[in-house]
T-cell receptor, first 113, second 111 residues
Framework: NAGVTQTPKFQVLKTGQSMTLQCAQD?????MSWYRQDPGMGLRLIHY???????DQGEVPNGYNVSRSTTEDFPLRLLSAAPSQTSVYFC????????????FGQGTRLTVV | DAKTTQPPSMDCAEGRAANLPCNHS???????VYWYRQIHSQGPQYIIH???NNETNEMASLIITEDRKSSTLILPHATLRDTAVYYC????????????FGDGTTLTVKP
């Protein structure tokens, strides 16, 4: 099992460009989430999904869109990149149930210039 | 989800027990306490979780107070590789995707 796979690992964007961060999991987990982590800070929840076709906003959703057309994939779209979106982005998946832990990808380091 | 409070940093001598506290005074009855750690900006890694009983696994022990308003993660014999940021979160059973992380505790294990 690959677990949670994020691509790309690194990306540099110019202000105003759009792009999609990919996240895929092969564990058949119902829940998936996107977080961002700024230098020296903790993780902040951007968007999350409780299953295919269902998404909801987290703490910092502005400037990002998500969709969940399959159980496996949960892409994060930056609509018009801004320098404030320079961060490390983590995707996580969790199995439904109260005793399950989150599995995280290795992150995408995004720089917006 | 309830908010947690952790000290920003702690030091521990190699080979000694590391005791990391977490305050979650507003925790509700159906919320579990989870602990994760993050090493060198990698993706966070699950350590342990519990509801109200103390828990132990191969990595750590979790002690939850009787009123459930605080907990302590114990690394019994800390090594240099345990240097990391440790996050304590509380989570409802029905909101597995909505975990809220604070800033965590940076644990530095010193030789």
């Amino acid at each position: 099992n690959a677990g949670v796979t994020q691509t790309p690992k690194f990306q540099v964007l110019k202000t105003g460009q759009s792009m999609t961060l990919q996240c895929a999991q092969d564990m058949n987990h119902e829940y998936m989430s996107w977080y961002r982590q700024d230098p020296g800070m903790g993780l902040r929840l951007i968007h999350y999904s409780v299953g295919a076709g269902i998404t909801d906003q987290g703490e910092v959703p502005n400037g990002y869109n998500v969709s969940r057309s399959t159980t496996e994939d949960f892409p994060l779209r930056l609509l018009s990149a801004a320098p404030s979106q320079t961060s490390v982005y983590f995707c996580a998946s969790t199995k439904q149930g109260f005793r399950s832990e989150a599995f995280f990808g290795q992150g995408t380091r995004l720089t917006v210039v | 989800d309830a908010k947690t409070t952790q000290p920003p940093s702690m030091d521990c001598a190699e080979g000694r027990a590391a005791n990391l506290p977490c305050n979650h005074s507003t925790i509700s009855g159906n919320e579990y306490v989870y602990w994760y750690r993050q090493i060198h900006s990698q993706g966070p890694q699950y350590i342990i979780h519990g509801l109200k009983n103390n828990e132990t696994n191969e990595m750590a022990s979790l002690i939850i107070t009787e009123d459930r308003k605080s907990s302590t993660l114990i690394l019994p014999h800390a090594t240099l590789r345990d240097t990391a940021v440790y996050y304590c979160i509380v989570r409802e059973s029905t909101n597995a995707g909505k975990s809220t992380f604070g800033d965590g505790t940076t644990l530095t294990v010193k030789p």
